[in-house]
C-alpha cells in the first residue's frame, strides 16, 4: 500500500489548508456538461428506492443513452436480477490488448425518503444557495452520471482505451445486493484487473472550501443487520403485568445503546488517523494522532467515540435503526421488534459480535436473529500506476493535497468483488465539506460547483490507465 511520508504531509499541511482548484471548473455549456447533467437529472427524477421498481427504469434509460451515443447494441446490458436491474456496458479497447479490463461500479438505487419530511421534492432535482438537491443526489447517482457522462463524451471524440473499459452498475445496493452478488460472479467481470467504485473515497474540504486531503477507500467493514424480537402472552391494558415485550425490548435497546466494542485497528487504520490528525490540527487532530500512536489511550479512544465521523475507524459498531411493537392501544404487547444495525471490524466474526450483544442484553427472552447475509472482505494492497492515476487527477484540481488510502465504515458494492478476488478501490471525484454529507438523511445535496469540477476526474484517470 502507498503512504505518503509523515515528512510529506508536514510539508503540505500549510497549503493544503489554502489550497483553492488550479482548474476552471469544466464550461458548463460545453457537451460534456450538458450530456453528464441531463443525466444526472433524469435519473434522480426517477425513485429508484427498494420496491418502487426504479432501479430498471435507470438502468433502461442509461442504456438507450449510451446506445445513442454509438455504443454497440451487444455490449449493453440490462440484466433483471431479482425484483431490480443490473446494467453492464463494455467501451471496448484495441483489439487483441493484452491488457485485462477495467471495471467501474456503482449502484442505481436510492435509499427511500419520506417525502413529507423534506424541504424540497426528494425525486426533482432542484437547485438552490449553490446545491443540487434531491435524493441521489450524492449517493449513488452523482457517481452514476459522472461515470456516465465521461464513457459517452470519450465515445464521440473517438477516444480508442488500450484495453476494455466496463461499467458494472447494481440495482439494490441499498437493500439486498443481489444485482451485485450477479455481477460478481460473472465470469467475463471476473477477468478484470481490478474495480474502480465510484461509490466512495473523495475528497474533504473546510468552511471556506479549501481541500485538506483526498482519500481512497481501500477496505470497508462487514454489514450485517439483525432483529431483536420479545414475545409476550399479552393482555388487557387495564390489567399490566410485570413484565412487558416493548419494556424489554426498551431494556434491551438501551444495553446496545450503552455497548463499546474493543478498540480495533489495521495499519492502515493507523496511518489514515496520523495524517488526517496532522491535517485536522486542534482538540481533534490530537485525539487522531494520539489514538494513532497509542490505539490503548482510553482518553483518545473516548474522544473519537464520540465522534460519528471516526468511531467506525476505530472499532464494531452497532446501532438500532427501526422499530415496532404492539398490536392494540388497549392490550398489552404480544411482541416488540428492533433492527440493529452493525458494522464489524475486519478482523472480527459476526458470531462474535451477536454473542457480544447477547451478553449485553442479559435477558433470554430477547432473541436475536440474522437477517442479512454477510460478506467478509480483504483490504485492496493500492497498485502504484492506479495511485499515480487518481494523483493526477487530484492534482489537477487541487494541487498537493495528500492521497491516502482508508477503510470504510460504511459498506458499498466493492465488498463483493474484494471477495471475488478482484481488488476495488472506492474513488468518488466530489469534493466534499463534511456538513454537506446528507447522503442517507433528509434535504441530500451536493455542491453545484463540485458537481462541474468533478468533471475532468474520470478522464484523466481513465487515459492514465488506459492510454492517452
Not at 465470469?187 to 479549501?210: C, H, Q, R, W
Not at 492502515?268 to 491535517?279: D, I
Request: aromatic fraction near 8%; charge should be negative.
Amino acid at each position: 500500500m502507498t503512504i505518503l511520508p509523515r515528512s510529506v504531509i508536514q510539508l503540505v499541511y500549510l497549503a493544503a489548508l489554502i489550497v483553492t482548484p488550479a482548474m476552471a471548473a469544466l464550461d458548463k455549456n460545453s457537451e460534456h456538461a450538458t450530456t453528464t447533467l441531463g443525466i444526472y437529472k433524469t435519473i434522480v427524477e426517477m425513485d429508484s428506492s427498494k420496491n418502487s421498481g426504479g432501479a430498471t427504469e435507470v438502468a433502461n434509460y442509461l442504456a438507450a443513452e449510451f446506445s445513442r451515443a454509438g455504443f454497440p447494441e451487444q455490449d449493453v446490458e440490462v440484466i433483471p436480477v431479482a425484483q431490480t436491474s443490473a446494467l453492464i456496458v463494455k467501451y471496448r479497447g484495441k483489439a487483441n490488448s493484452p491488457h485485462p479490463p477495467i471495471l467501474f461500479l456503482g449502484h442505481m438505487d436510492v435509499v427511500e425518503a419520506l417525502a413529507k419530511d423534506w424541504e424540497r421534492p426528494p425525486f426533482t432535482l432542484t437547485q438552490d444557495k449553490g446545491y443540487f438537491f434531491g435524493r441521489g443526489t450524492l449517493d449513488n447517482k452523482f457517481g452514476i452520471a459522472q461515470i456516465s457522462g465521461t464513457f459517452i463524451s470519450l465515445k464521440k471524440a473517438g477516444y480508442v482505451p488500450d484495453r476494455d473499459l466496463i461499467i458494472a452498475f447494481s440495482g439494490d445496493e441499498e437493500s439486498g445486493m443481489q444485482s451485485t452478488r450477479y455481477l460478481a460472479r460473472r465470469p467475463d467481470l471476473l477477468k478484470a484487473a481490478y474495480a474502480i467504485n465510484t461509490d466512495a473515497g473523495g475528497g474533504v474540504l473546510t468552511d471556506d472550501a479549501s481541500a485538506v486531503v483526498y482519500r481512497v477507500q481501500a477496505a470497508e467493514k462487514t454489514y450485517v443487520t439483525f432483529e431483536m424480537e420479545v414475545k409476550n402472552p399479552g393482555g388487557h391494558s387495564s390489567r399490566p403485568r410485570l413484565d412487558n415485550a416493548i419494556y424489554d425490548l426498551a431494556d434491551a435497546l438501551k444495553a446496545v445503546q450503552a455497548l463499546r466494542f474493543p478498540v480495533m485497528h489495521t495499519p492502515m487504520t493507523l496511518n489514515y488517523l496520523q495524517q488526517t490528525g496532522q491535517l485536522t490540527g486542534g482538540k481533534t487532530g490530537k485525539a487522531l494522532m494520539t489514538f494513532a500512536n497509542n490505539p490503548q489511550d482510553k482518553a483518545a479512544a473516548d474522544t473519537l467515540f464520540s465522534m460519528p465521523e471516526y468511531v467506525g475507524t476505530t472499532r464494531t459498531t452497532c446501532v438500532a435503526t427501526m422499530l415496532g411493537g404492539g398490536h392494540a392501544e388497549n392490550a398489552l404487547p404480544q411482541s416488540a421488534k428492533a433492527t440493529v444495525n452493525c458494522r464489524v471490524f475486519p478482523g472480527s466474526e459476526v458470531q462474535e459480535v451477536k454473542a457480544t450483544l447477547q451478553k449485553a442484553i442479559a435477558n433470554d427472552n430477547v432473541s436475536i436473529t440474522t437477517l442479512t447475509d454477510y460478506i467478509e472482505s480483504p483490504v485492496s494492497e493500492l497498485r502504484d500506476d492506479v495511485f499515480k492515476a487518481i494523483t493526477q487527477a487530484v492534482e489537477k484540481r487541487y494541487p498537493n493535497v495528500p492521497v491516502m488510502p482508508y477503510m470504510e465504515s460504511g459498506g458499498t458494492d466493492g465488498m463483493h468483488f474484494r471477495n471475488a478476488g478482484i481488488p476495488t478501490w472506492g474513488v468518488s471525484s466530489i469534493f466534499l465539506n463534511p456538513k454537506d454529507m446528507y447522503a442517507h438523511g433528509l434535504n441530500e445535496r451536493v455542491p453545484v460547483d463540485g458537481f462541474y469540477d468533478s468533471m475532468t476526474h474520470w478522464t484523466t484517470i481513465i487515459k492514465s490507465l488506459a492510454g492517452q
